[in-house]
């Protein structure tokens, strides 16, 4: 199972970015997607270190919000 986490870019230098996610900052490929896909603000699915796609503020909230649901869940298993 592949998983990937929503970030957003925070400075774009030629086909890597600097993002951010809860406060974790990671250097992303943007090889996958190209350097002119995305800009400064914007959100990505990042897997692996790249970025496989553009997402919207919406779809990257959204995730979160399930991965938190998931998160409480193992957390209340013990």
């Known amino acids: 199972m592949c998983l990937g986490i929503p970030m957003q870019i925070t400075a ?3 086909f890597n970015a600097a993002c951010e996610a809860r406060g974790v900052h990671r250097t992303v490929s943007l090889f996958m997607i190209g350097e002119n896909e995305v800009r400064v603000g914007d959100f990505v699915m990042v ?3 790249y970025a496989l796609r553009k997402m ?3 779809d990257a909230r959204e995730s979160w919000e399930l991965f938190d649901e998931i998160f409480a869940a193992v957390d209340a298993d013990g």
Do not use: N, S
């Open 12 to 14: 774009i230098d030629g």
């Open 47 to 49: 897997h692996v270190g």
């Open 56 to 58: 919207t503020p919406e």
